[in-house]
């Protein structure tokens, strides 16, 4: 058995633990952080990789949707086959749409001679002067009759413009006539406002006669107040008048009583 030397101040060997424990959780310490470091330097890569598989993902749906959009525009909108076509091509579609009204085609390679020096190498039906001068003639009735047509078409051509004027021309009468009637209606308006006011002034001035009667009955009466109190005063002096009479003959009336009374006594004493 082996013995382990303490120190004085470590009988129990504890504190010789603990620092044993300390130097080795330090020696951890490191590794752990190192550990650490590495775990989030994977996450960021990790992070950084997802945010780069997205934006590819992106990048490809816009492809795939622009291709999309491409081949529906060319669906919905196809070229025109002129735009290849050569131009001898697009030349006989032309006398197509001519043939399709009727239109006869020459054919200049038919009717040009091989030979300069036979006229029969051309292949032009030949005709005689008489039938030729008849076929003239027959044109030129044709010429005539559409020279009649157009002239005809020129006419009428006219007189529709003629005709469209002549509607535009009552349109205008119309207006005219409309404006008239517009006129007429504010002269009436005119008159109303103006009947109106006339009668505003009838009533203003019967108002006036009105108040002119009423002062006129205001001063009659304040002229009859002062007759009439003259009139009441005159009665008071009457009554008192009669009052006074009245008094005296009752004054007059005791004194004979007294002396009546008096002429009693003295007859009873003698």
């Known amino acids: 058995m082996v013995r382990v030397k303490r120190g004085l101040t470590d009988p129990t060997g504890e504190k010789t633990a603990r620092r ?54 060319q669906q919905l909108a196809p070229k025109s086959s002129l735009t290849t076509t050569p131009a001898i091509d697009s030349f006989e579609k032309g006398n197509q749409i001519a043939n399709s009204y009727g239109v006869a085609q020459l054919n200049l390679n038919e009717i040009l001679g091989s030979d300069l020096y036979d006229a ?18 027959i044109a030129q009735k044709q010429l005539n009759g559409l020279e009649v047509i157009e002239a005809n078409l020129r006419r009428d051509r006219k007189a529709a413009q003629v005709a469209k004027e002549n509607v535009l021309l009552v349109g205008d009468i119309v207006d005219y006539h409309t404006s008239k009637i517009d006129v007429s209606s504010k ?79 003295a007859f009873l004493l003698e």
């Open 20 to 73: 044993n424990n300390t130097k080795t959780s330090q020696k951890q310490e490191p590794k752990k952080i190192t550990s650490n470091i590495g775990n989030v330097i994977e996450s960021v890569s990790n992070g950084v990789q997802s945010v780069t598989n997205g934006i590819q993902s992106v990048t490809n749906t816009a492809t795939a949707i622009g291709q999309n959009i491409s081949s529906t525009t």
């Open 120 to 137: 029969n190498s051309s292949t032009l039906k030949q005709v005689t002067l008489s039938e030729a001068n008849k076929q003239k003639m």
């Open 187 to 265: 002269v009436i308006d005119n008159q109303i406002a103006e009947t109106n006011y006339q009668v505003r002034q009838s009533r203003l001035l019967q108002t006036e006669e009105y108040l002119d009667q009423q002062r006129i009955a205001t001063a009659g009466t304040i002229s009859l107040s002062e007759g009439l109190r003259e009139e009441w005063e005159l009665k008071f002096q009457l009554q008192q008048t009669k009052n006074e009479a009245l008094k005296l003959q009752v004054e007059g009336a005791l004194k004979n009583n007294e002396l009546k009374r008096q002429e009693i006594e």
